[in-house]
């Protein structure tokens, strides 16, 4: 994979050792609990009295991502933002991440330094430390592996076993813009094959292809609970679709639900490009992937403080797990969620 730039330096020019050199050797650390980053056998850290929280999330070329379509740099963004949003669903703050490589001779020194540009940007954007990785070679493909490290005063996690029966049911932003986004890049993608000499189609769909490009961690999120003075009493984020974390929510919880389809918040994009593409864009917010959002519990007395809120939607509640786990669609009808989800290994 050549990247936009000139240059093209095989690896095997500078070497494992010099590659992670020049990857790494610009890092300055912002975070007081990153003792020692980069350079020793292991990183240290030092979280005081607080809880700390580990996340880790392995994409592998091919499966997760496709570089026909993903510039690297987006991509290592976004792998970024995978596991930060795993932090925040759990209430915590984002602080330290790994990152951990597999190369094919494909890629050169300067395709790899575009993706630890998108790596490195995620770290400014969230103000966290690149601590440590590894790095080694593959036949084929690229494959990522990132851990995130995050922090949490005593008693403040939020786990997704912690829904109550008659908790209002909530998502932060609007669903199914990155899966509408990946529709839209996938069928550009099979016009530039028949015929590369097509320009691709993007223009009105700046918001999906942002939400599939670019996606943010709703990092926000844990000022706006703080400032509302709202904790959730159970938190997941949204990266398989909706309809697959409401039914781990109620798993763990031992609960049911009920959202209501009239009530799932959607960008104008994603039902403009539904009905371009004859998805129904419920399914895309029910089972597409990739949005990032956070779906939380509430108690019912909560209700006032998150009401007028812009980035909180009530979409429904929790109820007895014997009423199952049902969609209300707007014709008043009760469907059954089922965890289609986006689990690329179906
Ligand atoms: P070791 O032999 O102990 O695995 P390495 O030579 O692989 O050490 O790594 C040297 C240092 O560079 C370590 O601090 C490691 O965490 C870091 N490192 C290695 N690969 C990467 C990478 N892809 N991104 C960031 N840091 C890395
Ligand atoms: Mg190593």
């Given at each position: 994979?050549?990247?936009?730039?000139s240059k093209a330096t095989p690896i095997s020019d500078i070497g494992e050792f010099g590659l992670i050199e020049r990857l790494t050797d610009k890092i300055k650390l912002r975070n007081p609990s990153t003792l020692k980053g980069i350079g020793d056998d292991a990183a240290v850290l030092d979280f005081k009295d607080k809880e700390v929280v580990v996340t880790t999330d392995l994409l592998t070329e091919g499966i997760h991502f496709n570089l026909m379509y993903v510039p690297l740099k987006?991509?290592?963004?976004?792998a970024v933002v995978a596991n930060l949003s795993d932090v925040v669903a759990m209430n915590a703050t984002p602080r330290q991440i790994t990152v951990s490589l597999a190369i094919s001779s494909k890629f050169s020194v300067e395709a790899l330094e575009e993706l630890y540009e998108g790596i490195y940007l995620a770290c400014d954007t969230y103000g966290i430390d690149l601590v440590g990785g590894d790095?080694?070679?593959s036949l084929t493909g690229l494959t990522i592996s990132i851990t995130a490290i995050g922090e949490a005063e005593k008693g403040s996690v939020v786990y997704r076993s912690g829904a109550q029966k008659n908790d209002l049911i909530c998502v932060s932003g609007?669903?199914?813009?990155?899966?509408?986004?990946?529709?839209?890049?996938?069928r550009e993608n099979e016009v530039f094959k028949v015929n590369p000499k097509l320009q691709p189609k993007l223009?009105?769909?700046?918001y999906i292809l942002g939400r599939q490009l670019k996606p943010e961690a709703r990092v926000d999120m844990l000022k706006i609970f703080n400032n509302l003075g709202v904790k959730p009493n159970s938190m997941i984020d949204i990266s398989d679709g909706l309809s697959s974390e409401v039914i781990h929510i109620c798993k763990q919880s031992k609960t049911g639900a009920k959202i209501y389809e009239g009530k799932i918040p959607m960008d104008n994009e994603v039902k403009a490009m539904g009905n371009e593409l004859n998805i129904n864009p419920i399914v895309a917010a029910l089972n597409g992937g990739e949005d990032y959002e956070l779906l939380f519990t509430v108690s019912l007395n909560d209700h006032e403080k998150i009401r007028n809120n812009p980035d909180i939607t009530v979409i429904g509640h929790i109820v007895d797990a014997s009423e199952g786990t049902m969609l209300v669609t707007t014709g008043g009808s009760e469907i059954e969620l089922t965890a289609q989800g986006w689990n690329p290994l179906k």
């Open positions: 994979m050549a990247a936009n730039k987006h991509l290592g963004y976004k790095t080694t070679s609007d669903l199914g813009g990155a899966y509408m986004g990946l529709q839209l890049l996938e223009e009105g769909y700046n």
